[in-house]
Every structure is written in C-alpha cells, then in structure tokens.
C-alpha cells in the first residue's frame, strides 16, 4: 500500500488513548445523565458515545492482536503512533489550521448545530464542550482511527480516502442543513488531514487540526 501502509502504536500511546477514550465516555455519561428532561441532548450525547464506544472497541480488538488487523486481515485501526509523532503531528496541525483560518475553512466543519450556548455544566458552556472538544475527538476516534485505515486495506489507498472524506461530507449534512458546499468542503478538509495523518504516521496531526478548526469556527459563531 506503500504511502497509506499502517503504523504500529506503542504501550505509551496506546495508554494514552485509553485514559483519553475512558474520560470522554464518562463525560458524555455525565451529559446523558443531567440532561434527562432534554431529549435533544440525550440523543447528541448518545450518538457521540456510540461513535466513541465504538471506535475503543474496534481498537482494543486490534491492538490485543500480534498484527494491527482484525476480521482476517479486513479491519484496520491506528491512532497517535508515538507520543512523540503526536506530540510533532499536533503541532503541525495545529499550525496549518491558523494559517489556512479566513483562507478557505473559515466556517468549516463545526461539527455541531443548533446548540443552545446558554446550557452549561459546571460553568462551562456545553456548546464549547462538544464543538471544541468532543465533537473533533469522537470524530477522529471513528474517521479517522477506524474508518480510513480500514477503507484503505478494504478499497486501497485512493478509493478509500476518497471514500472516507465522502462519508464525512455526508455525516455532516445535518450539521449544516444540507447545505452542499459546506458539505463538501467538509469532505475537502477530511481529505487534507487524512493525507496529513500519513504524512507523520499519527492522527495527532488530525485531531489537534479539528479541535483547533473547530475552536476558530466556534469564535466566530
């Protein structure tokens, strides 16, 4: 597969990503538990857990084998490689966000629509809460972790970024009210990250570019 071959995660970063999986699980728990009389709510915080819950056992299946595959060599899952290709990839995607903030992803992808900003837990606004934080680390955790890494072994390496980015454009349809251009920059973007993560063998470069992009578009909401 050469550019889009997988990279293999050690104990520290799979550490990482275990505590990491752990507390936002418990936070949307938290969420699903306080908001009881919000349906609306509930089913956000549902489906971001179920993305996440998802992507966690999809990738303990994968780690607890001696090869990073599962179904007979279908699957795929691959996530920060090494703290330090996080720690590298993070930075660099984080520094491309601000360069390409007002360019072309000024207002794209928010990820979460129709918040009510004045909902807050412990003080701190929910709508930040999801956009900023939950939001990029479920999405990653699903599209980036699992999705991509195994549309590449399923579909080779094109195909399954292509594939990918599509189903990310289209997952975000009810973000923004099916507005096509949004959608498809939404894809755009997905594809740029995508490529980024197997530049620096990491989805560090991913996650810190979506918690950074969704930070700049949430200021300018």
């Not at 979460?112 to 930040?128: H, K, N, P, R, W």
């Amino acid at each position: 597969m050469g550019f889009f071959e997988t990279w293999r995660e050690d104990k520290q970063a799979i550490w990482l990503s275990s505590v990491l999986g752990f507390a936002f699980v418990l936070t949307l728990v938290g969420i699903y538990i306080n908001f009881q009389n919000n349906n609306f709510e509930q089913t956000r915080a549902m489906v971001f857990m179920i993305m996440l819950i998802w992507g966690i056992m999809f990738g303990i299946v994968d780690w607890s084998s001696k090869r990073q595959n599962i179904l007979g060599g279908a699957g795929n899952f691959q996530q920060f490689g090494t703290i330090n290709k996080l720690l590298i990839s993070g930075i660099a995607g984080i520094i491309l966000m601000f360069l390409l903030n007002g360019v072309l992803f000024t207002s794209s992808p928010k990820a979460v629509s129709g918040l009510d900003s004045s909902s807050a837990i412990g003080g701190i606004s929910l709508a930040f809460v999801y956009i900023v934080l939950i939001a990029p680390y479920a999405e990653e955790k699903f599209f980036a972790c699992a999705v991509a890494p195994t549309s590449y072994r399923l579909f080779g390496g094109i195909p399954g970024l292509l594939i990918t980015s599509t189903f990310f454009g289209l997952y975000h349809g009810y973000a923004y009210s099916w507005d096509y251009n949004q959608m498809l920059v939404a894809g755009i973007w997905r594809l740029m990250v995508l490529v980024g993560n197997q530049i620096f063998q990491s989805t560090g470069f991913s996650t810190l570019a979506h918690i950074t992009n969704n930070y700049l578009a949430f200021t300018h909401m």
